[in-house]
Every structure is written in C-alpha cells, then in structure tokens.
C-alpha cells in the first residue's frame, strides 16, 4: 500500500506538472459560471488518473520485482 500512495502522488504532481505546462489552470481560472466548475471537475480528474495510473504500474512492477 505505501509503494502505491507513493506512486499515486507522484503519478498526480505529474499530471499537474503537464497540465501546468499546457495551460489548462489558466482555463479553470478564465471560465465563468458552470463552465467553471465543469473544468474544475475536468482538472480533478486528469490528476487522480494520472494518480492512479502511476500508482498500478508501481504496484505491478513491484510484484514483478518480487516474482
């Protein structure tokens, strides 16, 4: 478990670090009303699946590792 909370964190930074780069938190911050929030939602879920993806592959190639 802490191999994957590890991973999920670092998986998540990165997702934001690349959305960063891409502009996409200037969007969240110009867009008003329920767009607002649709970009927000948007953004969350970009990072927890980048999150989630780092965090399966750490969990599968530390179950490799141990094979």
């Known amino acids: 478990m802490k191999v994957f909370l590890w991973w999920f964190l670092i998986g998540a930074t990165m ?8 502009g996409g938190i200037r969007e969240v911050m110009q867009a008003q009303g329920s767009v607002w929030e649709l970009k927000l939602v948007e953004l ?5 699946g980048g999150g989630l993806l780092g965090g399966c592959i750490a969990l599968i190639l530390d179950r490799i590792k141990k094979s």
């Open 44 to 48: 969350l879920t970009t990072i927890i």
């Open 15 to 22: 997702a934001l670090a690349v959305i960063m780069l891409q």
